[in-house]
């Protein structure tokens, strides 16, 4: 079996592999991001098939971690309660194999197996990752933990790097709102440290994403503008021209983690994107021109007057201010010198749309999303008119 743990050529590759990164932190010409041509020719690399457990796996980015996968040859076990079904890339699903139990309180199906790595999707309570590492960690060779760049808020600083410091515990005296933010980034941070106590920093993989989109998405806050824009007429845009914007494609962020895995790199990295510094306007422009559509954008800049009808946020956009200062201000030179790549915005875009599109939403949620009584273009609807109001007045 394939072992991270023991092979020398594995770690004169993880030892190789931090010495590349920090010399590109420090801006060596020969070590500039690679492009996409670039990384296609180290992906003909050759690597070992390997054994993978995710757990979770039949949501948003376990599928797509699946079909990669599979395409590159490894196997894949799932573990779910059996309760969430996938809803895209659904044919592969007769090619993994699928245990059954609960994070909670039932692990029997993983007791007496070996994998070569395990990716934790569904570590969403601290004491269930201290669980699956401490139970794995004599029979898995590495954890991948999928975590969150969560762990940095409240995010006042830009320029967020990996060593920056993490909310450790939630502290007291703040709202509902806040606290929601604070209790997710300090699980997962402490998740971050229960799979290094078990598995040890030398076989420990964190991974930690901006907001994901793609096809799949289960949460609609990104899919709203590649499903929106192309409606065309009157478009609400919140947030200034040059208020930072990030997000990353979850098929980038999938097929990344299988390639680090058979590349056998360790470490801790910001999993952010798009490649180059983008402000609001930017992101819109790029959307539209995923489309062809006749679009009328109000530009609302006015950050007071959004604040006053409650939109701080519409996903990439969140509105810089306080805790959310840096959101959308984290570094990811690491992950890009780790062979991180990006789709274009336009093929992310057009694929949300024709996911979108395919049949697989039903009334009540498409109606939600856009032209339903309660839906974001009614609401649209009534910020540009309170807008058009405070300009004439
Ligand atoms: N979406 C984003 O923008 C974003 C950004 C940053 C980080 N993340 C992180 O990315 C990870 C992956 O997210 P995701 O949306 O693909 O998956 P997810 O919603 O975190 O996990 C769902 C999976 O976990 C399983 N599951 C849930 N409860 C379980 C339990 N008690 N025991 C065993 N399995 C259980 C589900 O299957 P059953 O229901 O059948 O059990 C399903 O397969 C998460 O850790 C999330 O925090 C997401």
Same mark, same amino acid.
């Given at each position: 079996?394939?072992?991270?743990?023991?092979?020398?050529?594995?770690?004169?590759?993880?030892?190789?592999?931090?010495?590349?990164?920090?010399?590109?932190?420090?801006?060596?010409?020969?070590?500039?991001?690679?492009?996409?041509?670039?990384?296609?020719?180290?992906?003909?690399?050759?690597?070992?098939?390997?054994?993978?457990?995710?757990?979770?796996?039949?949501?948003?980015?376990?599928?797509?971690?699946?079909?990669?996968?599979?395409?590159?040859?490894?196997?894949?076990?799932?573990?779910?309660?059996?309760?969430?079904?996938?809803?895209?890339?659904?044919?592969?699903?007769?090619?993994?194999?699928?245990?059954?139990?609960?994070?909670?309180?039932?692990?029997? +199906? @993983?007791?007496?197996?070996?994998? !070569? &790595?395990?990716?934790?999707? %569904?570590?969403?309570? #601290?004491?269930?990752?201290?669980? =699956?590492? +401490? @139970?794995?960690?004599?029979?898995? !060779? &590495?954890?991948?933990?999928? %975590?969150?760049?969560? #762990?940095?808020?409240?995010?006042? =600083?830009?320029?967020?790097?990996?060593?920056?410091?993490?909310?450790?515990?939630?502290?007291?005296?703040?709202?509902?709102?806040?606290?929601?933010?604070?209790?997710?980034?300090?699980?997962?941070?402490?998740?971050?440290?229960?799979?290094?106590?078990?598995?040890?920093?030398?076989?420990?993989?964190?991974?930690?994403?901006?907001?994901?989109?793609?096809?799949?998405?289960?949460?609609?806050?990104?899919?709203?503008?590649?499903?929106?824009?192309?409606?065309?007429?009157?478009?609400?845009?919140?947030?200034?021209?040059?208020?930072?914007?990030?997000?990353?494609?979850?098929?980038?962020?999938?097929?990344?983690?299988?390639?680090?895995?058979?590349?056998?790199?360790?470490?801790?990295?910001?999993?952010?994107?798009?490649?180059?510094?983008?402000?609001?306007?930017?992101?819109?422009?790029?959307?539209?021109?995923?489309?062809?559509?006749?679009?009328?954008?109000?530009?609302?800049?006015?950050?007071?007057?959004?604040?006053?009808?409650?939109?701080?946020?519409?996903?990439?956009?969140?509105?810089?201010?306080?805790?959310?200062?840096?959101?959308?201000?984290?570094?990811?030179?690491?992950?890009?010198?780790?062979?991180?790549?990006?789709?274009?915005?336009?093929?992310?875009?057009?694929?949300?749309?024709?996911?979108?599109?395919?049949?697989?939403?039903?009334?009540?949620?498409?109606?939600?999303?856009?032209?339903?009584?309660?839906?974001?273009?009614?609401?649209?609807?009534?910020?540009?008119?309170?807008?058009?109001?405070?300009?004439?007045?």
């Amino acid at each position: 079996m394939n072992n991270f743990l023991k092979h020398q050529g594995r770690r004169k590759f993880v030892s190789n592999s931090f010495k590349i990164s920090a010399l590109a932190a420090m801006g060596s010409p020969l070590l500039a991001r690679p492009s996409q041509t670039e990384e296609k020719v180290n992906l003909t690399q050759k690597y070992e098939p390997l054994k993978i457990l995710i757990l979770g796996g039949t949501s948003f980015l376990g599928p797509h971690q699946i079909a990669y996968a599979l395409e590159r040859g490894h196997q894949i076990t799932t573990f779910t309660r059996g309760k969430t079904k996938p809803t895209i890339h659904t044919d592969k699903f007769d090619h993994v194999e699928s245990l059954v139990g609960d994070r909670e309180d039932n692990l029997e +199906a @993983l007791k007496g197996r070996q994998w !070569d &790595a395990v990716i934790d999707n %569904s570590g969403h309570r #601290v004491h269930w990752t201290e669980k =699956t590492a +401490a @139970l794995l960690k004599d029979s898995v !060779d &590495a954890y991948l933990y999928t %975590s969150s760049t969560g #762990v940095f808020y409240p995010y006042l =600083t830009e320029n967020i790097k990996e060593d920056t410091q993490l909310v450790r515990k939630v502290p007291a005296g703040i709202n509902e709102e806040e606290k929601l933010e604070y209790d997710y980034g300090v699980m997962k941070t402490n998740s971050e440290l229960a799979a290094q106590n078990n598995f040890g920093k030398d076989r420990t993989l964190i991974i930690r994403p901006t907001y994901m989109m793609g096809p799949g998405d289960r949460t609609d806050r990104f899919t709203y503008w590649p499903i929106r824009i192309p409606l065309g007429g009157h478009v609400l845009i919140p947030g200034k021209e040059n208020d930072p914007v990030q997000y990353i494609d979850v098929r980038d962020v999938a097929e990344w983690m299988i390639r680090l895995l058979e590349k056998k790199t360790i470490g801790t990295f910001n999993t952010v994107g798009p490649p180059s510094t983008t402000g609001m306007h930017g992101f819109i422009y790029g959307v539209h021109g995923s489309f062809s559509a006749t679009c009328d954008f109000i530009m609302v800049e006015d950050h007071e007057f959004l604040k006053k009808l409650d939109i701080y946020w519409s996903i990439p956009w969140i509105m810089p201010i306080g805790n959310n200062f840096g959101s959308a201000r984290i570094n990811f030179e690491a992950a890009v010198s780790n062979g991180l790549t990006y789709r274009p915005l336009a093929t992310s875009c057009q694929d949300i749309y024709t996911w979108w599109h395919s049949g697989i939403i039903d009334k009540e949620r498409n109606e939600k999303l856009l032209m339903g009584k309660n839906g974001l273009m009614a609401k649209e609807k009534e910020v540009i008119s309170a807008w058009k109001k405070k300009v004439k007045d």
